[in-house]
């Protein structure tokens, strides 16, 4: 079945450093990839998604590529803030469902 | 924001009663879905709706029931609580997108934490 492996956490980082968070995926067919962000005490909020290969997501300075290839759709941001911390959520619908996949989460922390 | 309300927000229950958690959207779309999140396991789906009185299993339903009787309320049900339920629980819907069924993201409400005890 679809699968959505995450990097393990938690990931500290200091501020403006380089972030990257890697999405790995096991899925037939076309799936739509997506990276969410959850802060602590609310919901999943969609940060940003791509729909077929060599789409690139990008939202509030976080980029990420979806790669057919490598089965990959890795989270990226040039320079993190403060405000960036929570923890993030790699997920993927396959073709023909209508049943979301989501990884296990990575946290992020980063210093002032 | 996605008008997504979860309620109730907290509830501590023991072991072998009764708990219905209650999601109700205001955006009158189709498809609604429960997740629980628990450290290590991030989201697993529990089961989802694609319309009134049709719902469908997700990886971890064992245990739970739902129903939906309006667009707009979807139901969960633990029958009888077990400790192993004890969980953040996320209502999710989906948006009806612009092209393949496979664009649209979910949209989450904030959660309902459950501790059974």
């Known amino acids: 079945g679809n699968s959505v492996t995450q990097m393990e956490g938690p990931v500290t980082l200091s501020e403006e450093a380089f972030l990257t968070i890697n999405c790995t995926y096991t899925?037939?067919?076309?799936?739509?990839l997506f990276w969410y962000v959850q802060y602590p005490g609310e919901g999943l909020q969609l940060l940003l998604k791509?729909?077929?290969?060599?789409d690139k997501g990008s939202n509030k300075g976080f980029e990420a590529t979806y790669r057919k290839e490598t089965t990959s759709f890795h989270l990226e941001k040039g320079s993190v803030q403060v405000s960036d911390s929570a923890v993030y959520f790699c997920?993927?619908?396959?073709?023909?469902?209508?049943?979301?996949?989501f990884g296990t989460g990575t946290r992020l922390k980063v210093l002032a | 924001d996605a008008g997504i309300t979860q309620s109730p927000r907290h509830k501590v229950t023991e072991t072998g009663t009764p708990v219905t958690l209650r999601c109700h959207q205001t955006e009158n779309h189709r498809y609604m879905y429960w997740y629980r999140q628990d450290p290590g396991h991030g989201l697993r789906l529990i089961h989802y709706s694609y319309g009134v009185k049709d719902t469908d299993k997700g990886e971890v339903s064992d245990g739970y029931s739902v129903s939906r009787s309006k667009t707009e309320d979807f139901l969960l049900t633990l029958e009888s609580a077990t400790s192993s339920q004890t969980s953040v629980y996320f209502c999710?819907?989906?948006?009806?997108?612009?092209?393949?069924?496979?664009?649209?993201?979910?949209?989450f409400g904030n959660g309902t934490r459950l501790t059974v005890t």
């Open positions: 899925a037939t067919g076309y799936p739509s």
């Open positions: 999710a819907i989906r948006s009806p997108g612009t092209g393949t069924r496979g664009n649209s993201p979910l949209h």
């Open positions: 791509a729909t077929k290969a060599d």
């Open positions: 997920a993927l619908i396959g073709s023909g469902t209508y049943k979301y996949i």
